[in-house]
């Protein structure tokens, strides 16, 4: 009997362990949102890259005044374009903008203490898929320096956000990127990967439907 019973804690014990260690697997693009304002957008998911990066705009004080006066227009926007029908809409590997870092660009990163005095918060502009707008002001948890494959560096803030990616919850941190020169706002890398339990398969795209888990 005895032996019996410690079979069964055995085998219940690894069930339980290879469900702990269970990981979704996802296409190389998928959607995803920024929490809290729900904000589509469309992802690639890098398992290459270090950190997470998105697209925004830093804005100054001038901007922010600008910004309160527009606030009626921009209140007009709304993000209610679905998950299906977005995904429909989307042409990859067309245009000019490349799909991943030329030459030129990040060859990797690293943390730098900067010697100026720099602002413990940024405030920026991040756009949706469906073209609203969100201000968000955030601490700065660090700075990270970004060096180039042809030389020099680009120093950028690194904020925590909270992402909804392929229908997994996840946050951590986000460096603020200028990404207009690439086809996708948000790159995902190995940090939220690893904390969503995402594996990446590469043939796929659009493996998840929904960005969140009960998206509508």
């Not at 398992?47 to 705009?57: D, F, K, Y």
């Not at 030129?104 to 756009?127: A, G, K, Q």
């Not at 002001?137 to 909804?164: F, K, N, Q």
Request: aromatic share 6%.
């Amino acid at each position: 009997m005895p032996r019996y019973f410690l079979l069964l804690c055995f085998i219940l014990f690894s069930v339980g362990l290879v469900s702990a260690q269970e990981t979704h697997t996802r296409g190389w693009i998928e959607h995803a949102r920024v929490m809290p304002d729900r904000l589509l957008m469309s992802a690639k998911l890098d398992s290459g890259a270090n950190t997470t990066s998105i697209h925004a705009e830093i804005l100054t004080d001038d901007e922010l005044r600008e910004v309160a006066a527009e606030q009626s227009f921009a209140g007009r926007l709304a993000d209610t374009e679905s998950d299906a029908s977005a995904m429909m809409s989307i042409k990859m590997m067309d245009g000019p903008a490349p799909d991943d870092p030329s030459g030129e660009e990040m060859e990797s990163d690293e943390d730098v203490t900067m010697t100026e005095d720099m602002p413990d918060t940024i405030t920026f502009r991040l756009t949706s898929r469906g073209g609203k707008d969100a201000i968000f002001t955030a601490p700065i948890v660090r700075w990270v320096s970004i060096r180039r494959r042809g030389g020099g560096a680009i120093t950028r803030p690194v904020v925590l956000m909270e992402l909804c990616v392929a229908g997994r919850m996840v946050s951590g941190e986000v460096n603020l990127a200028d990404r207009s020169g690439f086809n996708y706002p948000l790159l995902i890398g190995r940090n939220m990967l690893s904390e969503a339990a995402i594996s990446v398969d590469s043939r796929q795209i659009f493996a998840s439907r929904r960005a969140c888990p009960k998206d509508a």
